[in-house]
C-alpha cells in the first residue's frame, strides 16, 4: 500500500531510483517463491519496487499503476481534478488488470471495504496466499526466478492486430 515514490529532486538526490533499482533486482533474483499483494494504492516506483513476485494479488477496491490518476491528469490535462476520467482511460482497477494479466486474483473485500472488517478481509487473503503458495511450492528456485523474471517483463507488452 504505497502512493508512490516522492517525484522530488531531493529523493533522486538520496538515491531513490538506485533504491528501487536495486530492490527489483534484488526480489527479481530471489530463489523463493513471491506473493505480492496490493492491499490500497499501489502507485509510482514504489509499487514497482514491491510487485515483482510469482504472484500478484490485489483486494477488489485497490488500484495499481505506474502513476496515479492525479499525476496522469495533472500531466495530460494539466487538471488534476480529472482524476476520475484518468483512472479510467489508465485501467487501474483489479478487474480491468485481471484482464489485462498484470494481476493473478482479486481477493474479495466484506461489503464496504476492507477497513470495515479487518478479520473477513484477512480470512479471504489467507485463503487467497496459501493457495497460491500451494501451487508454486513444488517449483524449483531456478524455475521461481525465470518465471518471475517472463511475467514481470511481460507487463505492457501488445500486439497489433
Avoid at 91 to 115: F, M, Y
Wanted: charged share 25%; proline share 4%.
Amino acid at each position: 500500500d504505497t502512493p508512490g515514490a516522492y517525484p522530488g529532486l531531493g529523493a533522486e538526490e538520496r538515491g531513490q531510483a538506485e533504491a528501487i533499482a536495486r530492490n527489483l533486482k534484488e526480489m527479481a533474483g530471489l530463489a523463493t517463491p513471491i506473493v505480492c499483494v496490493v492491499t490500497g494504492e499501489g502507485g509510482s516506483g514504489g509499487a514497482l519496487a514491491i510487485g515483482v513476485g510469482n504472484r500478484v494479488l490485489m483486494l477488489e477496491h485497490a488500484i495499481y499503476s505506474v502513476i496515479s490518476p492525479e499525476g496522469c491528469a495533472a500531466i495530460l490535462w494539466g487538471d488534476a481534478a480529472k482524476a476520475p476520467e484518468a483512472a479510467q482511460l489508465m485501467r487501474v482497477t483489479a478487474p480491468d488488470l485481471l484482464r489485462l494479466g498484470v494481476i493473478d486474483a482479486i481477493v474479495r473485500e466484506p461489503a464496504g471495504g476492507a477497513h470495515r472488517n479487518w478479520a473477513e478481509t484477512t480470512a479471504h487473503l489467507r485463503v487467497a496466499l496459501s493457495d497460491h503458495l500451494w501451487e508454486l511450492r513444488s517449483k524449483s528456485g531456478e524455475e521461481l526466478v525465470e518465471e518471475r523474471y517472463d511475467r514481470f517483463r511481460r507487463i505492457g507488452v501488445f500486439e497489433e492486430a
